[in-house]
């Protein structure tokens, strides 16, 4: 399967990012067999493996039973392709569960340092774990805290890793910015297409290594090859014709940019540091205790918008009231039966419960 959805791509040349895969240890096996049947040195591979348990427990619920096969797969990876990441810390999901930006920067951070702290006590040298990390971040509709957010995140990264005696010179975490599943539409999506845009600007103004924009219709389930297409032209576009790659940091100096991350700072490493001296990200989580923060702040987030304090174009403010969506999206609602044994963080988006009514509605067959 591997090499069929690999077929034509050159290993060598070609960046590999895997997200969400719970066999990142045979994920690099099958990697270095297509490598081998295609005289490709496996030194060249570059990329991520995507393993992730810490978001796996996020996301499903389930507690995780052990982490010491990760400190392994790292050392065999950084011997033998060290340019390829091990662990991709999906801490989107933690944004796209409704949290404010400071608990999203908070959270994210403390999982970078509960993999820092387990790899370390394996023997792996500090430098070593930090050049296996990537970090996944949701991007929302707030321009300048977003942009922000990923110069804050490198700030306190860096304290961090100083922390384990990195050199300041050489510290730095790879971060892969996404598009917020929270701030999209079903209704009048093509607005999703702005949004996508705005959220672009703002990762790459913030200092994102990678990005990547999700198609409009992605509420929907499933994409066209239209859409599929406009989500890889706004990045496009952004560099070849609005040069967004020619400055590394144009926000250095803005008096408002500064500030607002300096603010920023302070209260997300005061989180950080709550979450710490609980026994971190991990044990936080287990006992629920992240979960209930995340829940006031979405709350928080919905009774705005159903009062109208907060806009959602197209669908609180300025609705298309003839547009019908049910054929769109019909086989790819899902319901989940399973009981986990932890509360998971579960994606939403703010609309939904305009969504909801007006979907009712139009199943009803009445206007």
Known sequence: ?????????????????????????????????????????????????????????????????????????????????????????????????????????????????????????????????????????????????????LRIVRILWGKISEAYGIDPSKNGIRIHSISSEWNMTLFDPYVNMLRGTTEAMSAILGGADLISVLPFDYPYGKSTAFSDRIARSVQIILREEAYFDRVSDPASGSYYIENLTDSLGEKSWDLFCEVESKGGFRKAFEMGWIQEQVLVSRTKKLERAASGKDKILGTNSFPNFNELIQENIENSITHESFDPPLIPLKSYRLSSMFEDVRLETERSGKR
């Open 1 to 149: 399967i591997l090499g069929s959805l690999l077929e034509g791509v050159p290993l060598e040349e070609t960046e590999l990012i895997f997200h969400g895969y719970l066999g990142a240890d045979s994920l690099y096996d099958h990697l270095c067999e297509l490598c081998k049947s295609r005289s490709v040195n496996p030194a060249d591979l570059k990329g991520s493996l995507g393993a992730d348990p810490l978001g796996k427990m996020i996301d499903s619920g389930i507690p995780i039973a052990s982490m010491e096969n990760i400190g392994k797969l790292v050392r065999r990876v950084r011997t033998t392709s060290p340019e390829m990441r091990v662990i991709d810390i999906d801490a989107a999901l933690i944004q796209n569960a409704g949290s404010t930006i400071v608990e999203e920067v908070a959270f994210a951070l403390s999982m970078a340092s509960d993999y820092m702290a387990l790899l370390t006590d394996q023997g792996i040298d500090p430098k070593e774990v930090q050049d296996s990390l990537q970090l996944s971040l949701a991007t929302g509709p707030n321009y300048f805290m977003e942009l922000a957010k």
